[in-house]
Structure formats: structure tokens, C-alpha cells
């Protein structure tokens, strides 16, 4: 995040908590409405789309005590949410192997002081913003122990008002063995428990735990719910929360991290990827894309590649004569690009782009699709000049 403090960020309620999911948060409020509510929940989705801010809201309305599709944010139980200390509400996260673990021990007592207080830290960064991530040092898998505790927890605690619900995030860094574990306890589904488990990686579940779960599926988020969210949320000015949407692959976190890196200095990197493509001289062209493979940090080049396709759609916008948010050096480069290429095919390189991210999803070789993707672009972009 941006080092200046937000110059204002709201405090948001109920489902607006969560960033857009209109179709979601409908079919769960009717879920709650209607008492279908199921005994476990999978919410699947991209990274930073929201899963985890889905299955926390449906926690704070299945125990609020006003009883409807929408937490009151008043009452006890809701005040509890607020920093996740809720008796009827557990979480359930990786967390780090404590010193001679032996099976049955309670995961939380074996930390050292230091990974307490950083468990205690990532849950109060949860509690304060949905959307932050839990980060915590070597917690690289859900203990089996973890899993354990929910039958355990669920079997001591009879709620005299609201659910136990256990909140499974990450559910795919289960090992086998605590795979095994989550599945018995939802083949004999515990009353008054509901559980529900998030995920940014549906395929790496046991195909038996996905199919006993009822599915929501997160939708990657519009360009316009991301911009809106980095202004009312993180106080982010208008241009730079723009730019951020457009080049976050509908992805809340996304554009945050893109915040956080000097998104300007990386546009003109992007910008000066083109000038070496369109140069006669291959040399520099050669020696970036070795740069940028070198480093094997595929998110990096996507955010780089998402970058250049963002730039290259304000070329296209100005070309059309629509507004473009762009101002001083950045301006000036896409007037002159513009004027330089009148016959650019611009809708085709950005396609091209996109296509190149979706290689890098595919595991495709790095160098291979960076060197193809300048000589398509260069071929898009000068196909009817001189
Ligand atoms: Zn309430």
C-alpha cells in the first residue's frame, strides 16, 4: 500500500463488506432467508476476488442475534466479529509445525511466543480488512491436528445462540492426511456446525470434499468494482486507483500489490518494451526479455504484461478520441504513438496480450512467449505504417 495515510476510507456494513459477488452474496442471502442454509460451504476463486471476505460475512449472519440476511452489526455477536473473537466462530489456517508436535496436541499451544503473537497478528489484520492475507512464517500447510480440533471444538461447544462455524482459508494447503480428516467430518455432517472452507486453488482439493461442499464460485471482479473499492476503502486517488483496476485482472489484492510496487516506474518499463520492440535494433530488445525471464517471477511478468496491455487499451481510447487518465511524460508518449501508427491494429495487440498472460498461466516458456509476443505486437502495430 501507497506510505500516505487513505485520505478517507468508509466504514462499510453487512455484504458491502464484500466487494462486488453480486451473484453470490444473492444466493446466500436466500440460503439464510429461507433456512436452507448448508451444513458446508466451498468458496472458490481467484486470488484477492473475495472468497474469504464471502465465507466471513455468511459466519457473522448465521450467528447474528437480529436472525436475517443481513448482519445487523450491532448486537453482541456482531461486535465480537468485528475482531474475530467470536466463541461460536473458528478459524482455521496454516500455521507452523511447533517443536516435537506429536498428534492430538492442541496446534496453537506447541508455538513458540513469537509465532503466537504472529498468529495473533495476521488474525487481527483478517478481522480489520477481510482481504488481507494470512501470512505466516513457515505455516506452509492446515495441520492435521487443525482438522481434528473442529469435531472436538464442535462437539464441546452447543451454541445457545447462532452456529459453530469453522472457517477452513486456504483449504487447499490441507495435507492428505488432514484431507482424510475434513472428509470424515463431512460425511457425518455435526449439528449446528456449519463449515466453510475457502480456496484460490478448487483442482488441488480432494474431488470428495469438493463435491460434499455446496459451491460458490467467486467471480474475478469488474475494473469499476475494483476502482471504486481502492477509493472508498484504501482512500487511493482517482488516477492511480484507475490504472490499478485495469491492470489487476479483476483482482482486489492484485491491484493492491500494484499500488504497492511503483506502478508508474513499471509502465515506463513497459512503455520502453515497446520503443525496442519498433526499433531497428534488436540488441536492447533481446537483452530486456532476458532481464525479465531471468528473474522466473511469473507474477512479476504478468503484472508487467498486464501493464503493457493496460497501456496499449490508452492508445487504443485515444485513438478513439475517448478521455484517457494519463498526464505529463506518459501523455506525451501515447500522443506521439498514436500520431507515429495511425494503422496500428491496437484491439489486436492488446488481444495479444491477453493471450500471453493466459501462456503464462499455462506454464508456457518464458523467453518463448516474451519473444513472440514482440513480434506479434510488432507486426499488429506497424502492419500498415510507412
Ligand atoms: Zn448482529
Known amino acids: 500500500m501507497p506510505s500516505e495515510t487513505p485520505a478517507s476510507s468508509e466504514v462499510l456494513h453487512g455484504w458491502d463488506r464484500v466487494i462486488g459477488q453480486r451473484r453470490a452474496k444473492d444466493l446466500l442471502q436466500r440460503a439464510v432467508s429461507s433456512g436452507q442454509v448448508a451444513h458446508a460451504y466451498l468458496f472458490a476463486g481467484p486470488e484477492g476476488v473475495g472468497a474469504d471476505a464471502l465465507a466471513l460475512e455468511?459466519?457473522?449472519?448465521?450467528?447474528?442475534?437480529?436472525?436475517?440476511a443481513v448482519a445487523c452489526d450491532r448486537c453482541a455477536s456482531c461486535r465480537a466479529m468485528q475482531t474475530l473473537q467470536h466463541p461460536n466462530v473458528h478459524l482455521v489456517f496454516p500455521l507452523p509445525v511447533g517443536k516435537n508436535e506429536k498428534q492430538g496436541d492442541d496446534p496453537l499451544t506447541v508455538l513458540t511466543d513469537d509465532q503466537v503473537v504472529a498468529v495473533r497478528d495476521v488474525i487481527a489484520a483478517k478481522a480489520a480488512d477481510p482481504y488481507a492475507r494470512m501470512e505466516i512464517p513457515r505455516a506452509t500447510?492446515?495441520?492435521?491436528?487443525?482438522?481434528?480440533?473442529?469435531?472436538?471444538?464442535?462437539?464441546?461447544?452447543q451454541p445457545t445462540r447462532g452456529r459453530n462455524v469453522f472457517v477452513l482459508l486456504q483449504a487447499e494447503l490441507m495435507g492428505a492426511d488432514a484431507s482424510n480428516s475434513l472428509l470424515k467430518t463431512l460425511e457425518e455432517p455435526l449439528a449446528d456446525t456449519v463449515l466453510l472452507l475457502t480456496t484460490s486453488e478448487r483442482d488441488a482439493l480432494l474431488p470428495t470434499i469438493v463435491s460434499r461442499c455446496q459451491q460458490i464460485i467467486c467471480d474475478r471482479l469488474g475494473e469499476d468494482e475494483i476502482e471504486d473499492a481502492l477509493r472508498r476503502r484504501d482512500g487511493i486517488p482517482e488516477d492511480a486507483a484507475h490504472l490499478a483496476s485495469e491492470?489487476?485482472?479483476?483482482?482486489?489484492?492484485?491491484?493492491?500489490?500494484?499500488?504497492?510496487?511503483?506502478?508508474?516506474?513499471?509502465?515506463?518499463?513497459?512503455?520502453a518494451f515497446l520503443r525496442m520492440i519498433l526499433a531497428k535494433q534488436r540488441l536492447p530488445l533481446i537483452q530486456e526479455i532476458e532481464l525479465l525471464a531471468s528473474s522466473n517471477d511469473r507474477p512479476g511478468v504478468e503484472r508487467w504484461m498486464r501493464l503493457l496491455g493496460g497501456w496499449l487499451r490508452d492508445a487504443l481510447m485515444m485513438s478513439e478520441g475517448r478521455p484517457v487518465h494519463s498526464e505529463g511524460e506518459d501523455r506525451v508518449a501515447l500522443e506521439n504513438f498514436c500520431s507515429r501508427f495511425p494503422g496500428a491494429d491496437l484491439p489486436a495487440a492488446v488481444q495479444r496480450v491477453e493471450r500471453a498472460i493466459a501462456d503464462l498461466d499455462k506454464n508456457g516458456y518464458l523467453v518463448l512467449v516474451l519473444i513472440s509476443l514482440a513480434l506479434d505486437l510488432r507486426t499488429c502495430i506497424t502492419q500498415s505504417a510507412d
Request: glycine content about 8%; overall charge positive; charged content about 25%.
Open 58 to 68: 455468511l459466519a457473522r449472519v448465521l450467528n447474528c442475534e437480529e436472525g436475517g
Open 247 to 271: 491492470m489487476a485482472g479483476g483482482s482486489y489484492t492484485a491491484a493492491r500489490d500494484l499500488l504497492s510496487t511503483d506502478v508508474q516506474a513499471q509502465r515506463v518499463r513497459a512503455v
Open 141 to 157: 500447510s492446515i495441520k492435521i491436528n487443525s482438522i481434528r480440533a473442529i469435531k472436538r471444538e464442535a462437539s464441546m461447544s
